[in-house]
């Protein structure tokens, strides 16, 4: 079998990227002899790790041929971008087309596929051909919806008239006319039958597993630990919030709230809060304005992206792991990882992440994240216990995070498998 992967708008440093990464790796593994054709981006370098499995073919349509040379030899233009996606619509052959980057001519050019897999929908981009145009992909398709984020804080999406209007007429539409969609909670199962019309039938729940690779386990020297915290006036102990989007339901407006009642109440006790944070400028802006009305200035760090073994390190120097988000689509991947490596992890008690909790057997500490008492409480709580924890006591086997990698790809494989079964092709 041969299934094809719309991976273009996917960049490194997210969870997406992590999650199809992931997928692909290990349906490549409990079906050796299916074959993926990855059509990405070239900010997606991540997934070129996977060229070394053999049954995994990478597709980059932003950054080959005539497009790549003319970036190259233009580096300081910023429009180019927007010419070139001009050029690639108007160029008057195909093998032109192709050659600058036009999503189309590289969908037909790739060899038949039997399904296409839909990751993520970006509906902040209106190029994406295979995801638009009914009659380009002739195969039955499989979407992933992580999430319905327009639908539960609609007012983040007001700036962005092309994404909300993407949402309702491009987005719905595709959804409802897919063969099948997987989501990764019971919560969004429901959300997207109500919101988005779409019959329950055709909805599987697949839960994310443990996406945790045996990196995370390593542990750096004292020296290069030591360091890491200098260069970023970090002292010990510290609470780690890895949340990698400056948007509202990440809940960082809250935890800043908290920080400064922890504070006035812990006084010199009061652990740093350390954020690795990427995003909207102009929301980091306001952060460190808040945090300086907020008298916290000393507590709070924002890392901004980092390495993924400064992350690693980051991690495992922490005293706890802190998740304050009000929406997200499983778990959420600093809850599996803090997990993994046996911290303490604080977190929401919202609808996806019990789920995942409770599906993987996880010690966690829930608080509700719109309140602040629960919040400070939770935190107070796990300080008080430090000095009673045996390090690294409640780490998860790397084992038996990959027994649970497997189920997953083989629920995901087996969705596949009834899809393409099942499939006859009616013209739209």
């Given at each position: 079998?041969?299934?094809?992967?719309?991976?273009?708008?996917?960049?490194?440093?997210?969870?997406?990227?992590?999650?199809?990464?992931?997928?692909?790796?290990?349906?490549?593994?409990?079906?050796?002899?299916?074959?993926?054709?990855?059509?990405v981006s070239s900010w997606y370098t991540e997934i070129q790790r996977l060229l070394?499995?053999?049954?995994?073919?990478?597709?980059?349509?932003?950054?080959?041929?005539?497009?790549?040379?003319?970036?190259?030899?233009?580096?300081?233009?910023?429009?180019?971008?927007?010419?070139?996606?001009?050029?690639?619509?108007?160029?008057?052959?195909?093998?032109?087309?192709?050659?600058?980057?036009?999503?189309?001519?590289?969908?037909?050019?790739?060899?038949?596929?039997?399904?296409?897999?839909?990751?993520?929908?970006?509906?902040?981009?209106?190029?994406?051909?295979?995801?638009?145009?009914?009659?380009?992909?002739?195969?039955?398709?499989?979407?992933?919806?992580?999430?319905?984020?327009?639908?539960?804080?609609?007012?983040?999406?007001?700036?962005?008239?092309?994404?909300?209007?993407?949402?309702?007429?491009?987005?719905?539409?595709?959804?409802?006319?897919?063969?099948?969609?997987?989501?990764?909670?019971?919560?969004?199962?429901?959300?997207?039958?109500?919101?988005?019309?779409?019959?329950?039938?055709?909805?599987?729940?697949?839960?994310?597993?443990?996406?945790?690779?045996?990196?995370?386990?390593?542990?750096?020297?004292?020296?290069?630990?030591?360091?890491?915290?200098?260069?970023?006036?970090?002292?010990?102990?510290?609470?780690?919030?890895?949340?990698?989007?400056?948007?509202?339901?990440?809940?960082?407006?809250?935890?800043?709230?908290?920080?400064?009642?922890?504070?006035?109440?812990?006084?010199?006790?009061?652990?740093?809060?350390?954020?690795?944070?990427?995003?909207?400028?102009?929301?980091?802006?306001?952060?460190?304005?808040?945090?300086?009305?907020?008298?916290?200035?000393?507590?709070?760090?924002?890392?901004?992206?980092?390495?993924?073994?400064?992350?690693?390190?980051?991690?495992?120097?922490?005293?706890?792991?802190?998740?304050?988000?009000?929406?997200?689509?499983?778990?959420?991947?600093?809850?599996?990882?803090?997990?993994?490596?046996?911290?303490?992890?604080?977190?929401?008690?919202?609808?996806?992440?019990?789920?995942?909790?409770?599906?993987?057997?996880?010690?966690?500490?829930?608080?509700?994240?719109?309140?602040?008492?629960?919040?400070?409480?939770?935190?107070?709580?796990?300080?008080?216990?430090?000095?009673?924890?045996?390090?690294?006591?409640?780490?998860?086997?790397?084992?038996?995070?990959?027994?649970?990698?497997?189920?997953?790809?083989?629920?995901?494989?087996?969705?596949?498998?009834?899809?393409?079964?099942?499939?006859?092709?009616?013209?739209?």
């Open positions: 079998m041969r299934i094809a992967v719309a991976a273009e708008s996917i960049k490194d440093g997210a969870g997406l990227g992590t999650f199809v990464f992931d997928t692909v790796q290990s349906l490549s593994k409990v079906r050796p002899n299916w074959e993926f054709l990855v059509v070394n499995l053999g049954n995994v073919s990478i597709y980059v349509w932003d950054y080959a041929g005539l497009r790549k040379t003319i970036m190259d030899k233009s580096p300081n233009f910023r429009g180019r971008l927007r010419l070139l996606n001009f050029m690639a619509g108007l160029a008057p052959s195909q093998r032109l087309r192709l050659s600058l980057g036009n999503l189309t001519e590289l969908w037909k050019s790739l060899p038949n596929f039997d399904i296409l897999w839909v990751p993520h929908f970006d509906n902040n981009r209106s190029d994406w051909p295979a995801l638009y145009q009914p009659d380009l992909i002739k195969c039955p398709v499989l979407l992933t919806i992580h999430d319905l984020h327009s639908i539960f804080f609609p007012g983040a999406w007001k700036k962005n008239g092309r994404a909300l209007k993407n949402f309702n007429e491009r987005f719905i539409p595709f959804a409802q006319r897919s063969q099948h969609i997987i989501t990764h909670s019971h919560f969004q199962k429901s959300s997207i039958a109500k919101y988005l019309k779409i019959p329950s039938e055709k909805i599987s729940v697949v839960f994310i597993p443990m996406s945790v690779d045996e990196d995370l386990y390593k542990l750096h020297s004292e020296k290069k630990c030591k360091a890491l915290l200098e260069k970023f006036r970090i002292s010990k102990p510290y609470a780690f919030s890895p949340l990698s989007q400056t948007l509202e339901h990440k809940n960082h407006d809250r935890l800043l709230e908290v920080w400064h009642l922890l504070k006035r109440k812990l006084g010199k006790k009061c652990p740093m809060l350390v954020f690795t944070i990427k995003g909207d400028k102009q929301r980091q802006k306001t952060f460190l304005e808040r945090i300086r009305t907020l008298g916290i200035e000393d507590k709070i760090v924002f890392t901004s992206m980092v390495e993924r073994s400064e992350l690693i390190i980051f991690y495992h120097e922490s005293e706890f792991v802190i998740f304050p988000s009000l929406y997200e689509g499983g778990a959420g991947y600093p809850v599996l990882e803090g997990c993994a490596i046996g911290k303490p992890v604080l977190c929401s008690r919202i609808p996806p992440i019990v789920e995942q909790v409770q599906r993987s057997r996880l010690a966690v500490n829930f608080f509700d994240p719109r309140d602040n008492a629960s919040i400070v409480e939770a935190v107070e709580k796990v300080l008080q216990n430090a000095t009673k924890r045996t390090p690294r006591i409640n780490r998860i086997p790397i084992q038996n995070i990959e027994t649970e990698r497997v189920e997953f790809a083989e629920l995901y494989a087996s969705q596949i498998e009834s899809i393409v079964g099942g499939w006859k092709w009616t013209c739209c």
